[in-house]
């Protein structure tokens, strides 16, 4: 199978390593288009792939075509790249915010494959979502499972809508957890901790909850309780949190990227 990128970034460049590795295909079936000489030479170097200036370039010597720019870069794409695509063409878009309809009007193509990874996927260690249109073929989509599970854990869905709640839930939710792990840490730092031993202490207290849940498959409510002793110091932490609208603040916090996803694919709709 010959993989083409659209942009050498990060994901791409996970996703070339995870192909790589897991022998999926060989380093010479892959090609990117990178408009960054430097980045070019690197991703050469690293993994023997085929680098491009131009993006039109990867769609001569490559069937999957994966569109991993930023979504300000997307009109450029789609004026380099619109009326190019051939029928044994499948475009897999990593860009957020843009949906399948979008993508097959400005493009003027009509196998989309529509995924949206997270940060930790550059690791190995994502979360992945993912839908495709009608018209792409079942070889393209064991091939995109294949691919997504390189990224860390995957799951296809039916209905695209669901892409938007992921962008607001999964996508989004590491810079949630992100800020969580930073307040954490200035509040051990506030009570008198040491600024590396409350990192230390944050970090694995993070990593260790969050594998006790996926492990066990006991419900965190229920987890919560088994740690909080009536009358003790977490459920004293814990009724802080709740006065201070710790869960509605989340919860809101989640609805606003929700809103704001969909927001972006209407306007993305009110542009065609």
């Not at 200036?53 to 009109?75: G, R, T, Y």
Request: proline content about 3%; overall charge negative; hydrophobic content about 45%.
């Amino acid at each position: 199978m010959k993989i083409g990128f659209i942009g050498g970034g990060l994901m791409a460049d996970s996703i070339i390593r995870g192909i790589l590795k897991n022998e999926i295909t060989l380093p010479q079936e892959i090609s990117v288009g990178e408009i960054i000489v430097d980045r070019r030479k690197q991703l050469n170097e690293q993994y023997g792939v085929k680098v491009f200036e131009k993006n039109e370039s990867v769609l001569e010597v490559a069937d999957l075509i994966v569109i991993s720019v930023k979504p300000q870069n997307l009109i450029d794409v789609f004026a380099n790249l619109t009326g190019k695509f051939k029928p044994q063409h499948t475009i897999l878009s990593i860009v957020a915010g843009t949906n399948i309809n979008t993508l097959k009007t400005e493009l003027n193509h009509s196998k989309i494959i529509r995924v949206m990874p997270n940060m930790p996927a550059q690791i190995g260690c994502g979360m992945t979502v993912w839908t495709a249109s009608k018209e792409v073929n079942k070889e393209h989509l064991i091939l995109t499972e294949k691919l997504t599970e390189l990224l860390g854990k995957q799951l296809y869905v039916e209905d695209e809508k669901y892409i938007d709640m992921a962008t607001a839930l999964s996508a989004s939710g590491p810079a949630y957890v992100f800020l969580f792990i930073e307040a954490l840490i200035d509040a051990g730092v506030y009570i008198g901790m040491p600024r590396d031993m409350a990192n230390t202490l944050v970090n694995q207290t993070i990593f260790g909850s969050s594998k006790l849940v996926m492990e066990t498959n006991i419900h965190p409510a229920e987890l919560r309780n088994a740690v909080t002793s009536p009358g003790g110091t977490t459920a004293e932490g814990l009724l802080a949190l709740e006065e201070n609208d710790f869960r509605a603040g989340l919860i809101n916090a989640v609805d606003a990227a929700y809103g704001k996803a969909i927001l972006l694919g209407a306007s993305d709709n009110d542009d065609n």
